[in-house]
């Protein structure tokens, strides 16, 4: 018996020897070197910052309902970025797409390298009405205060589009000859899917016969003290984004009097399908949760690092314990919304049809095909009825190791060598979406400081940003587009 207990203990002794090993060796440390020559740049803080205010004032607003589409903010708009950086608009072709979505092209001296994109969208999401008054300053103002700078689309998107042109406005006031052709490419229907847009420029790039050494659009940023237990800031660049479908769900049945009902109603029946969707949750995976953790696993404390370098034995545990939390899960699985309900419109009338709409957000690795089987077969009844409303796939995953995400990264420990930089996926939807038919290597990032507070306000109420995060972005994209011009 006591050989059996000392056996058995040398056996624990052995587990862990190796679990604390395994965590002591399994991640190395993989970040870039920081860019060299990241000088300070000639821009003129006052003037930039004026323009990027004069932006936020042009209400280009994208409502869910096309009619209230306001030709005359996006036509302003376009005539703003003209008369705003009168040097890109002399040195590259300005293409307009669809009316009102821009395409810059700056030629290259070297026709053989593959040209790079820059991407950005110029609508922004409507204000709520009743939250209007809960604004510190007019969302549509552009107020700039106490080193602030507040209103709509000052992350989310001018932010991006604004330093953009102030990079490239700058790097031609120096004179700059591109080896490598870039385009600029900016959206006006991001918030609303993209779909005349982006989607256009990049059937306007496909017709042209363009492919892109890389593509660089809005999605990541450097987050501050949301990865638990590491200390400096880490700059995540979205390489693939997850998919989207609407699925609906209708009963029909027989209406009458709500007197002389039948067993189950049209809304029994749905109600019940949605409970066995809701009851059996898509399996859970951690290949993109450990992709990001890989990149910055050295920093990590001891009990981070013991789970994630032991997932042979622990990931099972580490999969319950993250599911648990709601932003963890979501990058974890398919993730499951009932969103919308109906049945009958009157309270003593049997409903001659329920319908119910369930969103999903796709992880890769599965498709809207594979999702809407999974949840037929799930219902197994009949009497529901499942279509797709609207629907599109996940994308796939870009390197890390292209010459764009080295770029990109190394860049960011240039401006700032504290800054971590790990690959992740992006669980909301972009434009960059479209453009891997254009390119292996679409990245999403936006240089750009966010905490958790700042997640609260970005489609919300008092977006903002700090005027320092404005001239740190312009001074990124003028080092990234002048490296990337290069051979
Ligand atoms: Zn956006």
């Known amino acids: 018996m006591k050989k059996i207990i000392i056996r058995f203990f040398y056996i624990v002794v052995a587990f862990i020897a190796i679990l604390v090993f395994r965590a002591n060796t399994v991640f ?32 280009t607003v994208s409502y869910d309902e096309r009619s ?13 970025l003209k008369s705003a950086y009168p040097l ?47 604004w510190t300053y007019p969302p549509f103002s552009g107020t700039v205060a106490d080193g602030i700078i507040w209103g709509r689309g000052s992350v989310d998107d001018k932010f991006t589009v604004i330093a953009l042109m102030e990079a490239m406005e700058l790097l031609l006031a120096e004179g700059v000859q591109p080896e490598r052709a870039v ?11 993209g779909k005349d847009g982006a989607a256009s420029i990049a059937k306007y790039f496909q017709d042209l016969g363009i492919a892109f050494d890389y593509v660089m659009d809005e999605g990541g940023a450097i987050t501050e003290g949301m990865m638990e237990g590491i200390d400096q800031p880490v700059a995540v660049i979205g390489v693939s984004e997850k998919g989207y479908v609407n699925l609906v769900l209708t009963v029909n049945a027989a209406g009458g009097h709500s007197s002389q009902p039948p067993a189950q109603t049209a809304v029994g029946i749905l109600s019940r399908a949605i409970v066995r969707i809701e009851d059996n949750p898509f399996p859970a995976r951690l290949d993109f949760m450990y992709m990001t953790i890989e990149a910055i696993g050295v920093e990590m404390p001891f009990t981070t690092r013991l789970a994630m370098s032991n997932l042979w034995l622990l990931s099972p545990l580490v999969k319950r314990t993250m599911l648990k939390q709601k932003d963890n899960a979501a990058a974890l699985r398919t993730t499951t919304a009932a969103t919308m309900v109906s049945g009958s ?18 992880l890769p690795g599965e498709t809207v095909e594979s999702v809407e089987q999974r949840i037929i077969g799930l219902i197994d009844d009949e009497r529901v009825v499942v279509t797709t409303e609207y629907g599109f796939n996940p994308s796939p995953v870009s390197p890390v190791d292209s010459r764009g995400y080295e770029l990109i990264a190394k ?10 930089v790990a690959p992740y996926m992006v669980r909301g939807g972009t434009d960059a979406k479209y453009f891997y038919p254009l390119s292996h290597n679409v990245y999403r990032f936006m240089m750009l400081r966010i905490d958790p507070d700042t997640v609260g306000y970005l489609h919300g109420i008092d977006e903002h940003v700090a005027v320092a995060d404005f ?8 080092h990234l587009v002048r490296q990337s011009m290069g051979g």
């Open 28 to 59: 190395l440390d993989q970040q870039l070197e920081p860019a060299t020559g990241i000088t300070e740049i000639a821009v003129d803080e006052q003037l930039a910052v004026q323009r990027f205010s004069k932006a936020l004032t042009i209400r």
């Open 68 to 80: 209230n589409f306001d030709a005359d903010s996006f036509i302003k708009f376009q005539q703003f």
């Open 88 to 134: 890109v608009n002399e040195n590259a072709t300005l293409t307009i797409v669809n009316d009102y979505s821009l395409v810059y092209h700056l030629p290259g001296s070297n026709p053989s390298l593959q040209p790079v994109l820059f991407m950005g969208h110029m609508d922004v999401v409507p204000i709520e009405e009743i939250t209007r008054g809960e």
């Open 183 to 193: 385009y600029f490419a900016f959206g006006h229907d991001e918030e609303v899917g």
């Open 345 to 362: 419109p009157k309270s003593n009338i049997l409903p001659t049809r329920a319908r119910a709409v369930i969103n999903f957000r796709i």
């Open 411 to 420: 860049t960011i420990r240039g401006i700032d060598p504290d800054v971590l």
């Open 471 to 478: 001239l740190e972005a312009i001074r990124f994209y003028y």
